[in-house]
């Protein structure tokens, strides 16, 4: 089992940064890879970022060059937002993954969320 607890967010003007942390806990020697996803609401959620143990990136086209996802070791992640635009308002997520095939994959275990809100 692991927990995920999330800090950070808020509401920030357009071309302001926010920072999100995810710190995990419990059987955190499993975790090989982590991700940032956001959800809007009626939408469904969309994988931003993720990194792997060994330190390894991905992003979303929509943030790349914008957000950077970093971990300072194996229980803490988080995610960097820069140049914020109006269209990042959402509410983000931190989730265990796993890679299969070269493609990240959510599992059940998901951050309580935080609210990102961007005002032009």
């Known amino acids: 089992q692991v927990q995920l607890v999330q800090s950070g967010g808020g509401l920030v003007q357009a071309g302001g940064s926010l920072r999100l942390s995810c710190a995990a806990s419990?059987?955190?020697?499993?975790?090989?890879?982590m991700g940032w996803y956001r959800q809007a609401p009626g939408k469904q959620r969309e994988l931003v970022a993720s990194?792997?143990?060994?330190?390894?990136t991905k992003y979303a086209d929509s943030v790349k060059g914008r957000f950077t996802i970093s971990r300072d070791n194996a229980k803490t992640v988080f995610l960097q937002m820069n140049s914020l635009k109006p269209e990042d308002t959402d509410v983000y997520y931190c989730?265990?993954?796993?890679?299969?095939?070269?493609?990240?994959?959510?599992?059940?275990?998901w951050g309580q969320g935080t609210q990102v809100t961007v005002s032009s």
């Open positions: 990194i792997t143990s060994g330190g390894t």
């Open positions: 419990g059987s955190t020697v499993s975790i090989n890879v």
């Open positions: 989730n265990v993954g796993i890679i299969v095939g070269g493609s990240y994959y959510s599992t059940g275990y």
